[in-house]
């Protein structure tokens, strides 16, 4: 049998014939599809058009005393990339995204814990992320507890990169993390941060990342500061980085609009040097920070190990509660230019998005995006051309 029509089965059963010791077990089911629609121009030298698509299954599970699982597979393809459904019946592109058991204890459940496969975003997503854009998502293998207080949340995950099952482990990698949010300070709140991430082989990593995030506001203003320092080992270099983040932001138009300034300043070095000074951004979804084009999201290989100063301009709009309209200008440079001909500008990017929502469930999202390369995209191996990025995608969710 199919493994979705298994699992599918397998919910239909459990949702209509549970045993006689089981009635007080609560059982949700959920699903997506997910199409999207995507013109890249050039993409590889050239124009290119495609189609992928997500489509999800999941139940959850109360089973009493605080416990519970929650199973959640997936299938990501492109259109067309089974040339026939009479040959090709495998689903190689089917998979568990989610899989986890969950206990959860005390007054108001201020302990939970959770073990399996997992998605987890901390913070802001500039380091742990779902990257939810992408229509496979990002999930870990591990551990992750967390607490949650009146003054404040801590979570602690200890997740497992890769597994070589070899005698001395060397190819091993593990992501450990402990993240805690105060809250109640000044006129918002203190995000503190201590990440270690390590992956053997040839190329080793061993490396920390502590950072702060302050975000507060009054009335109509908003802001958001961030900042982080990464040491360590890198590819057998090493680690000297930073990263500082900096927004602020103001609702318009009795609330109707809005405005943001942003700015981004992660700092690079050079290819041929002793010290890795490009800051990593881990497992960050970029998408959210760096330009809708999505031409930075590895940062020490898309930049030639140069870093990123970006500063934007972010605009919204909401003409009915219905149609959300965004806009964002994007000016790119490296953070670091040296020995480059150029000034290390490497251009601008506008990015419109237009939302439509439908209901809770039925969203219409549309985008384009056009980037203006400037002569230090050249000068560290990227392409020297224009490009043109739109798409439209159709999101129904329960």
């Known amino acids: 049998m199919h493994p979705l029509r298994l699992v599918v089965a397998l919910a239909a059963a459990a949702g209509v014939s549970l045993p006689a010791g089981a009635q007080d077990v609560s059982v949700t089911f959920g699903g997506q599809v997910r199409p999207r629609f995507e013109l890249r121009d050039p993409l590889l030298g050239a124009p290119e058009s495609f189609v992928s698509m997500r489509t999800r299954a999941s139940v959850e599970a109360d089973v009493g005393e605080g416990v519970g699982l929650f199973v959640q597979v997936q ?83 200890a997740y497992k990169l890769a597994e070589s099952l070899s005698e001395n482990h060397e190819n091993d990698g593990d992501f450990l993390g402990l993240y805690s949010v105060l809250r109640n300070v000044g006129q918002g709140t203190l995000d503190a941060y201590i990440l270690y991430n390590r992956m053997g082989g040839d190329a080793s990593t061993s490396q ?43 609702t318009l138009a009795d609330g109707k609009a809005a405005l943001t300034l942003w700015y981004d300043h992660l700092s690079g070095g050079t290819p041929d040097a002793d ?63 040296q020995g480059l001909e150029s000034s ?40 020297d051309q224009d490009m043109v990025w739109t798409y439209l995608m159709l999101d129904v969710a329960f």
Not at 119 to 137: A, F, K, S
Not at 301 to 329: C, F, H, M, N, W
Not at 348 to 370: A, K, Q
Request: aromatic share 12%.
């Open 75 to 157: 299938d990501v393809r492109f259109w067309g990339g089974s040339r026939s459904t009479l040959t090709d019946f495998s689903a190689p592109n089917f998979d568990l995204h989610q899989g986890y058991l969950q206990f959860q204890a005390g007054d108001d459940d201020w302990f939970t814990g959770r073990a399996g496969r997992q998605r987890t975003r901390l913070g802001g997503e500039r380091l742990v992320g779902w990257v939810n854009w992408t229509q496979q998502g990002r999930t870990f293998d591990g551990v992750r507890l967390a607490t949650d207080l009146p003054w404040g949340r801590t979570e602690l995950v």
């Open 208 to 250: 920390g990342t502590l950072g702060l995030r302050h975000v507060g506001g009054a009335s109509t203003l908003s802001y958001r500061l961030e900042g982080s320092y990464q040491l360590g080992e890198r590819g057998g270099s090493d680690v000297s980085a930073f990263m500082v983040g900096a927004r602020v932001g103001s």
């Open 275 to 337: 010290k890795a000074k490009v800051f990593d951004t881990l497992f960050a979804t970029n998408h959210k920070f760096y330009g809708l084009a999505d031409l930075f999201l590895n940062i020490p290989v898309q930049t030639d190990s140069r870093g990123l100063q970006d500063l934007a301009l972010k605009g919204r709009y909401t003409p009915t509660a219905k149609v959300p309209i965004l806009l964002e200008i994007h000016a790119f440079w490296l953070s670091n230019a």
């Open 344 to 383: 290390g500008h490497l251009g601008e990017e506008i990015d419109l998005t237009v939302r439509y929502l439908h209901s809770s469930r039925f969203t219409i999202w549309g985008g384009l995006s056009y980037v203006f390369r400037d002569s230090a995209f050249v000068e560290i191996g990227r392409s």
